[in-house]
C-alpha cells in the first residue's frame, strides 16, 4: 500500500537545503559585487548579471532607454535593466505601424521628407535635471529638430530645415533650463542656402552656423533666436554647461584644415582642431541688443564684431565627443585619432578670457592657449570617441578602435596620478563590436544615475541569429555600480542608435487614453448620431466614429474626382483600444488611438468599389469592421 | 375576549415615545438623508484584460461608472456584443422620484421623533419594510430584464440570464460582484433603528392612565 507523506515531509529537509546553499554561497564568494565575471553565462542564480536584468513577465523596467534610430528617422523606447524593445516613435519617416505620415497632421509634420537622420535625443531639464516634458532629436540629414512631448509619445513638432544651418550633427543639446536646444552645422553651404558657389572656393565661400533654438517654456515650441556664423569647419558634437560653465556650450569640430575633398586625408593634416566655445547668454543678448543681422530670416551674430560670444579651443586631431562633467567644471574632449581625453578645466578656461591668454585669432575670433586650460591628457587607448560621467567622480568614454569602454578617473588628482595619468584609469571592458556613442543615464545633468551604461555598437557582426548580409546593431549593458564595469547583456537594434538618454521611469507619467473632457479637436463627434457625410462641390467631408467593432459610417458614396475627407473619432476611452482606418489601393493608413480624431484627405482617382476596414487587432469582431467606399465613374 | 385585545393593541399604539426613542428616530432620518447622497449599490466586472476591473455605481439619484464615468461606457460597449440595452440612467424612472421617497420617509421619522407616539413607528416601519421590498424587487426585475431582453440580432447569442443581485457569478470571460454599499447599509439601519426605538419605549406609560 502506498503511503502519502504529509507536504512538509515532502520537501528537502535541512540537510539537504544546506548542501545546496553551501556551493551557492562559495559560487558568490568568488565574485563580489561588481567583479568583472562570466556569470553572465545561464545561470539565474540570485545576483548573476541574468537574475539583474530579469523583468518578469508583468513586472516593469526600471529605466525608459531612448535610442536614436539614425537614417531610419525614428526613436526606438527600450526598458532597462531588459533591453525589451517596447516601442518606436516616428519621428522623421513615416510609419505605417502607427499611421504616422499618412493623416494629414503628420503629412504636415513630416513636410517635403520621407525620411530624416536622428543622431542625439537629449530630454528638456529644468534646473540641470531632467523634467520629463519633451525629448529633442535632431535630423542631421535635412537640418531640422524635432520634438517629442513625453505625455503621448507622439512627435508634436518638427523645426526646419533650419535656415543657414547645413548638416545639423551638432545637436541637440538642452541648456540647464531647456532654453534653448542648440545646434551646429556639420556641413557647411554658400549661405545664405540658396545660393550657388564653386566648392573649390570653400574656404572663402562656404560657411558653419551655431544656433540657438528658442524653447517655449510654456508648451515647447521650438523657434530659431539666434545664430553665430562661424568658418567651415565641421562641428561635430557637443555638450551644455552648468555650475561654474552655466551659459555656456562647447562643439568639437573635424577639418579646421577648411578643405573640401578627399577630407579623409586633408582634414587630418593639423595635430589640433578647434571646439567651439560659446557663451549662449552672450548671443542671446547680443540679438536683443540689435548687435545681429538678419540673414535668411534670422538674427546672425558675426562673431569678429561682437566680441565674447565666441572663442576657439585647439583639441586633438578630429575629436568627436566634448563633455561637460555633471559639476561643469571639467570638460573631456577626444581626438578620434589621438589615443587621449583631453580634460580642461573651465574655471583655467574662464581665467584665459578674462586675461586675454590667446594664442592668436582664426577670422577674428581669439584661439584660448590650450596649454593654460588643460588639466591633463589621458591615454585611454585607441579611437576615443565620446564620455559620459556617473555622478562619483568616474568618466566613461568609448574606444571605437579598440572596441573597448574605459573607466577613468575625473580631477582633481594627485600629484602621482598627475605624473602619470595612466594611473587614472581604472577599469576597461571589451564591447562587440566598435562602440560609437555610450550612455550613462542622467550624464549630462546635475545628478546622473550612475547604475547602467548602455554601449551602442556600430557592428554586431553575426553576435546574432544569422539574418543575411544586413546585420543589426548591437547595444550592451553593462552595470558600472562596482569598481569593475559588468557586462550584463546585449540587445541588437535597427539601424542605427547613434546616442541615446536614459529617463528613471517614474519621472514621468504618460496619458494612456486622449481624454474626452480635453478634446478640443475641431472634427471631433463623440456620439455615433453625430455622423456625417456631407458634399460641397466636389469635396466629400465625412465625420466618422469608430468604435468595436464598427465604422459609422461604414459605406461612402462618392464620384470618380472627387475630393474625400475623412474624420475619424476613435471613441473608445479604453487603455489600448486602438482602431486603423485602411482603404484598399488607396494608400490609407490611419491608426487612431483611444479619443484621437484624425483627418484622411485622399482624391478619387479611379472608379470601383474599395473595401476599406480597421487594421488594428481590437476586438473579436475586429474582421467583421469594415465597410465600402463606392466610386462612381465620371459619366 | 377579541374586545380585550384589541384594546390592549389600541393602548400599546397610544404610547407616548421616550427621549432614547426620539434620538433614535433622529438618527434614522440621518440616515436616509445619507441613502439619498451614498451610493446604494456596486457593480463590479473583472476579466483577464480589466484586472483593476469595471465598476457601476447605482446612487439613488444617478448611475456612476468607474474610472471618471469611462467604466460604463465600457460596459456598454461590452453588453452591445451580447445585445443588451445600454445602461442609461434616462431609463431608470425611479432615480427621479427615489429621493423624494427617502425625504417623505426622512420627514416620517422626523415627525414620529416630535410628535410621534408607537403608532407612528408601526406606520413608519410597515410602510418602509414595504417599501424596501418592493424596491429590492424592481431592482431585481430591473436586472433580470437587462439580462433576459437581448437583441435577437446581437453579434453573440448568449443563454439569457439573471445579473446577479448579491455576491459574485461569472457570465462568460467576466466575473461579476454585485454587493449592497453604504446607502444600502444607512437603508437597511432604518427598520433596526425605528424597531430599537419602539423596543426603548416598550415601558412608556400612557399619559391619561
Ligand atoms: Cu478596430
Request: glycine residues 10%.
Amino acid at each position: 500500500m502506498k503511503t502519502h507523506l504529509p507536504p512538509f515531509m515532502s520537501r528537502p529537509g535541512p540537510a539537504a537545503l544546506a548542501a545546496a546553499l553551501v556551493p551557492a554561497l562559495l559560487l558568490s564568494g568568488c565574485n563580489p559585487p561588481g567583479a568583472s565575471s562570466s556569470s553572465s553565462g545561464k545561470s539565474g542564480a540570485p545576483g548573476s548579471a541574468a537574475a539583474r536584468t530579469w523583468v518578469a513577465p508583468g513586472e516593469k523596467d526600471e529605466y525608459y532607454l531612448f535610442y536614436s534610430g539614425g537614417h531610419s528617422g525614428q526613436v526606438f523606447v527600450a526598458g532597462l535593466p531588459s533591453m525589451r524593445h517596447i516601442s518606436t516613435i516616428p519621428v522623421f519617416s513615416p510609419y505605417p505601424g502607427t499611421g504616422y505620415g499618412f493623416d494629414e497632421e503628420t503629412k504636415a509634420l513630416l513636410g517635403d521628407y520621407a525620411w530624416g537622420d536622428v543622431h542625439h535625443p537629449a530630454l528638456s531639464q529644468a534646473d540641470g535635471l531632467y523634467d520629463g516634458r519633451w525629448l529633442f532629436v535632431n535630423d542631421n540629414a535635412n537640418n531640422r529638430v524635432a520634438r517629442i512631448d513625453l505625455r503621448d509619445f507622439k512627435t508634436r513638432q518638427i523645426l526646419g530645415p533650419i535656415p543657414n544651418s547645413s548638416g545639423n550633427h551638432g545637436s541637440s543639446f538642452v541648456t540647464e533650463n531647456t532654453e534653448y536646444v542648440l545646434v551646429a552645422s556639420r556641413f557647411s553651404v554658400p549661405l545664405p542656402k540658396g545660393r550657388h558657389a564653386d566648392p573649390a572656393d570653400y574656404e572663402k565661400e562656404f560657411n558653419g552656423m551655431v544656433s540657438g533654438i528658442k524653447v517655449d517654456p510654456s508648451d515647447g515650441t521650438m523657434s530659431v533666436g539666434w545664430q553665430i556664423l562661424t568658418p567651415p569647419f565641421n562641428w561635430d558634437l557637443g555638450s551644455t554647461g552648468k555650475g561654474p560653465s552655466s551659459g555656456w556650450a562647447f562643439w568639437t569640430s573635424y577639418n579646421s584644415e577648411m578643405a573640401h575633398e578627399t577630407l579623409e586625408a586633408t582634414s587630418t593634416q593639423g595635430d589640433r582642431d578647434y571646439a567651439a566655445v560659446v557663451n549662449w547668454r552672450a548671443a542671446g543678448q547680443a540679438v536683443r541688443d540689435g548687435l545681429a543681422t538678419t540673414l535668411d530670416g534670422v538674427p546672425v551674430i558675426a562673431p569678429a564684431k561682437v566680441p565674447g560670444v565666441l572663442y576657439f579651443l585647439p583639441v586633438p586631431k578630429s575629436p568627436h565627443g566634448i563633455d561637460t562633467d555633471p559639476s561643469g567644471r571639467w570638460i573631456a574632449a577626444s581626438g578620434k585619432l589621438q589615443p587621449v581625453v583631453s580634460v580642461f578645466d573651465f574655471e583655467k578656461i574662464k581665467a584665459a578670457i578674462d586675461r586675454k591668454d590667446f594664442t592668436g585669432e582664426v577670422r577674428g575670433v581669439p584661439v584660448i592657449r590650450y596649454e593654460s586650460v588643460l588639466e591633463g591628457e589621458i591615454p585611454v587607448g585607441l579611437g576615443p570617441l565620446h564620455t559620459q560621467y556617473d555622478g562619483k567622480g568616474n568618466a566613461y568614454t568609448s574606444l571605437y578602435i579598440e572596441s573597448a569602454v574605459a573607466k577613468w578617473k575625473l580631477p582633481p588628482w594627485t600629484a602621482e596620478e598627475k605624473a602619470d595619468l595612466n594611473k587614472v584609469i581604472l577599469d576597461k571592458i571589451d564591447v562587440h563590436y566598435n562602440i560609437g556613442h555610450l550612455v550613462v543615464g542622467g550624464s549630462d545633468t546635475k545628478e546622473p544615475y550612475g547604475k547602467y551604461l548602455v554601449a551602442m555598437n556600430k557592428l554586431s557582426k553575426g553576435r546574432h541569429l544569422s539574418v543575411g548580409p544586413a546585420q543589426p546593431e548591437s547595444s550592451q549593458l553593462i552595470d558600472i555600480t562596482g569598481e569593475k564595469m559588468e557586462m550584463l547583456y546585449e540587445a541588437f537594434t535597427e539601424p542605427e542608435p547613434h546616442f541615446a538618454q536614459i529617463l528613471k521611469a517614474d519621472a514621468i507619467k504618460p496619458i494612456e487614453v486622449y481624454p474626452k473632457a480635453g478634446s478640443a479637436h475641431p472634427h471631433a463627434i463623440w456620439d455615433a448620431k453625430d455622423a456625417s457625410i456631407t458634399r460641397r462641390g466636389n469635396t466629400v467631408e465625412v465625420k466618422m466614429v469608430a468604435i468595436r467593432s464598427r465604422f459609422i459610417p461604414d459605406r461612402i458614396d462618392v464620384n470618380e474626382g472627387d475630393e474625400l475627407v475623412i474624420h475619424v473619432t476613435n471613441v473608445e476611452q479604453t487603455t489600448d483600444m486602438i482602431h486603423g482606418l485602411a482603404i484598399a489601393e488607396q494608400n490609407v493608413n490611419v491608426i487612431f488611438d483611444p479619443g484621437e480624431t484624425k483627418t484622411l484627405r485622399l482624391k478619387i482617382k479611379k472608379p470601383g468599389v474599395f473595401p476599406f476596414y480597421c487594421t488594428n487587432f481590437c476586438s473579436a469582431l475586429h474582421q467583421e469592421m469594415q465597410g465600402y467606399l463606392a466610386v462612381k465613374p465620371k459619366s | 375576549m377579541i374586545k380585550t385585545l384589541f384594546s390592549r393593541q389600541y393602548r400599546f399604539l397610544r404610547r407616548p415615545l421616550g427621549l432614547a426613542s426620539r434620538l433614535l428616530l433622529l438618527a434614522a432620518a440621518a440616515a436616509l438623508v445619507g441613502a439619498v447622497f451614498l451610493p446604494l449599490w456596486k457593480i463590479h466586472l473583472v476579466a483577464p484584460q480589466y484586472r483593476e476591473g469595471l465598476a457601476l455605481r447605482i446612487y439613488a439619484h444617478k448611475l456612476v461608472g468607474g474610472n471618471g464615468g469611462q467604466d460604463l461606457h465600457e460596459i456598454n460597449t461590452l453588453n452591445h456584443y451580447i445585445g443588451m440595452k445600454p445602461l442609461a440612467q434616462a431609463d431608470f424612472a425611479e432615480m427621479t422620484w427615489l429621493p423624494f421617497a427617502f425625504g417623505v420617509f426622512g420627514l416620517l421619522a422626523l415627525r414620529a421623533a416630535f410628535i410621534g407616539r408607537m403608532q407612528s413607528l408601526v406606520d413608519l416601519g410597515v410602510l418602509f419594510v414595504y417599501f424596501t421590498a418592493f424596491s429590492l424587487g424592481n431592482f431585481y426585475l430591473r436586472l433580470y430584464n437587462y439580462g433576459h431582453q437581448l437583441d435577437p440580432r446581437a453579434p453573440m447569442t448568449i443563454e439569457p440570464f439573471t445579473p446577479v443581485m448579491f455576491g459574485s457569478q461569472k457570465i462568460a470571460n467576466f466575473i461579476q460582484t454585485s454587493l449592497p454599499q453604504s446607502g444600502a447599509l444607512c437603508l437597511a439601519l432604518v427598520p433596526v433603528l425605528v424597531a430599537a426605538a419602539m423596543w426603548c419605549s416598550r415601558g412608556e406609560t400612557l399619559p391619561e392612565s
